[in-house]
C-alpha cells in the first residue's frame, strides 16, 4: 500500500534483506522486483520508504530497474519511527481456522513485535511438524504484507509453536508478563480494569512486555496457576467476554492508548 507524503506523491513502501543495505544504495531482488516493475509500473527517479524489516527504514530513489534486482539509491531525509515505545510479544494458544491469519495480521498492523503460537491443553488444533513449516510460512507473509500496510518499521517474527511450560518460562523473563483471564476477578489481588491502566502504564520505553491468550476454550485451572508461579499479572479486559482473536486486539489496542505519544 502506498504511504501520502503529499497531495501529488504516493511513496510505496518495501522490505528487502539487511545485507542488502549499503552506505548510500540498496538492492531489491524477489518477487518486489516484478511488482515495481510491471505492476505499479515505477521509473528510475521515483521515491519508496525501503525498510530491513529489523528497524532500519530510509526514503530512496530507485535507480537501476532490472530484470530481477532494483538498486535504490539512499536518500538523507528522516523517516518518522512507527514503532510503539514497548516490545510486546504475543503469546497465542493455537486458535481453530483461519483465525490465526486474522490475529497475524492485525496485531502487527497494532505493533505487535513478535507472535508466537502455543500448545494449550484446550487447543482444538494441533500442528504436525510438517505442515508447521508451511503455516509459519504463510503467517510470515501475512505478517509482512501487514508491515508494509501499516508501515512498520520491522517485519514481527512468527514464532514457532511452543509448548506451554516454555511459553510462560520465557514469558516470565520480560519487564511485565500478563495473562487476560476471564475470572481475575475472584483471585488474590484482583484490581478490575484500573489495575490493567495501571500495569500497562508502567512500562518504560525499550522494556519488554509478554501477553498470553488463550484458545477458544480458555486456559485450564492448572495453567493459570503455572502461569502465575512464573510472574504472570492476571488481568481483565472489562466485563465482557472476549473471543480468542478479540483479546489480543484489545491489549494492543490499550497498550498503543496509554503508551504512544
Same mark, same amino acid.
Given at each position: 500500500? =502506498?504511504?501520502?507524503?503529499?497531495?501529488?506523491?504516493?511513496?510505496?513502501?518495501?522490505?528487502?534483506?539487511?545485507?542488502?543495505?549499503?552506505?548510500?544504495?540498496?538492492?531489491?531482488?524477489?518477487? $518486489?522486483?516484478?511488482?515495481?516493475?510491471?505492476?505499479?509500473?515505477?521509473?528510475?527517479?521515483?521515491?519508496?520508504?525501503?525498510?530491513? =524489516?529489523?528497524?532500519?527504514?530510509?526514503?530512496?530513489?530507485?535507480?537501476?530497474?532490472?530484470? $530481477?534486482?532494483?538498486?535504490?539509491?539512499?536518500?538523507?531525509?528522516?523517516?518518522?519511527?512507527?514503532?510503539?515505545?514497548?516490545?510486546?510479544?504475543?503469546?497465542?494458544?493455537?486458535?481453530?481456522?483461519?483465525? /490465526?491469519?486474522?490475529?497475524?495480521?492485525?496485531?502487527?498492523?497494532?505493533?505487535?513485535?513478535?507472535?508466537?503460537?502455543?500448545?494449550?491443553?484446550?487447543?482444538?488444533?494441533? +500442528?504436525?511438524?510438517?505442515?508447521?513449516?508451511?503455516?509459519?510460512?504463510?503467517?510470515?507473509?501475512?505478517?509482512?504484507?501487514?508491515?508494509?500496510?501499516?508501515?512498520?518499521?520491522?517485519?514481527?517474527?512468527?514464532?514457532?509453536? /511452543?509448548?506451554?511450560?516454555?511459553?510462560?518460562?520465557?514469558?516470565?523473563?520480560? $519487564?511485565?508478563?500478563?495473562?487476560?483471564?476471564?475470572?481475575?476477578?475472584?483471585?488474590?489481588?484482583?484490581?478490575? /480494569?484500573?489495575?490493567?491502566?495501571?500495569?500497562?502504564?508502567?512500562?518504560?520505553?525499550?522494556?519488554?512486555?509478554?501477553?498470553?491468550?488463550?484458545?477458544? =476454550?480458555?486456559?485450564? $485451572?492448572?495453567?493459570?496457576?503455572?502461569?502465575?508461579?512464573?510472574?504472570?499479572?492476571?488481568?481483565?479486559?472489562?466485563?465482557?467476554?472476549?473471543?480468542?482473536?478479540?483479546? =489480543?486486539?484489545?491489549?494492543?489496542?490499550?497498550?498503543?492508548? +496509554?503508551?504512544?505519544?
Amino acid at each position: 500500500m =502506498g504511504i501520502h507524503y503529499s497531495e501529488e506523491e504516493i511513496v510505496y513502501h518495501f522490505f528487502t534483506e539487511t545485507e542488502f543495505f549499503m552506505d548510500s544504495e540498496a538492492v531489491i531482488t524477489g518477487s $518486489d522486483v516484478n511488482h515495481i516493475k510491471n505492476v505499479l509500473r515505477m521509473k528510475p527517479g521515483e521515491r519508496i520508504l525501503l525498510s530491513d =524489516g529489523k528497524g532500519t527504514n530510509c526514503l530512496g530513489e530507485l535507480e537501476e530497474i532490472g530484470s $530481477d534486482r532494483i538498486t535504490v539509491k539512499l536518500l538523507q531525509e528522516e523517516v518518522e519511527d512507527t514503532e510503539l515505545p514497548v516490545e510486546v510479544t504475543l503469546y497465542q494458544g493455537l486458535p481453530k481456522g483461519d483465525k /490465526m491469519e486474522f490475529i497475524i495480521q492485525k496485531c502487527v498492523e497494532l505493533g505487535v513485535s513478535r507472535i508466537v503460537p502455543v500448545e494449550m491443553s484446550r487447543c482444538v488444533v494441533k +500442528l504436525e511438524p510438517k505442515k508447521e513449516e508451511a503455516k509459519r510460512k504463510r503467517w510470515y507473509g501475512i505478517s509482512e504484507s501487514a508491515a508494509k500496510q501499516s508501515k512498520r518499521m520491522i517485519v514481527p517474527e512468527i514464532a514457532p509453536v /511452543m509448548k506451554y511450560k516454555d511459553a510462560v518460562q520465557e514469558a516470565e523473563k520480560t $519487564d511485565l508478563f500478563l495473562l487476560p483471564y476471564e475470572d481475575s476477578e475472584s483471585l488474590e489481588g484482583a484490581g478490575g /480494569m484500573e489495575l490493567t491502566r495501571e500495569l500497562i502504564r508502567r512500562l518504560e520505553p525499550g522494556q519488554k512486555c509478554a501477553v498470553l491468550i488463550g484458545p477458544e =476454550g480458555g486456559f485450564s $485451572d492448572a495453567e493459570v496457576e503455572i502461569a502465575k508461579a512464573h510472574a504472570a499479572k492476571t488481568i481483565t479486559l472489562g466485563k465482557r467476554i472476549l473471543r480468542t482473536e478479540t483479546a =489480543g486486539l484489545f491489549v494492543m489496542s490499550a497498550i498503543g492508548l +496509554l503508551l504512544e505519544k
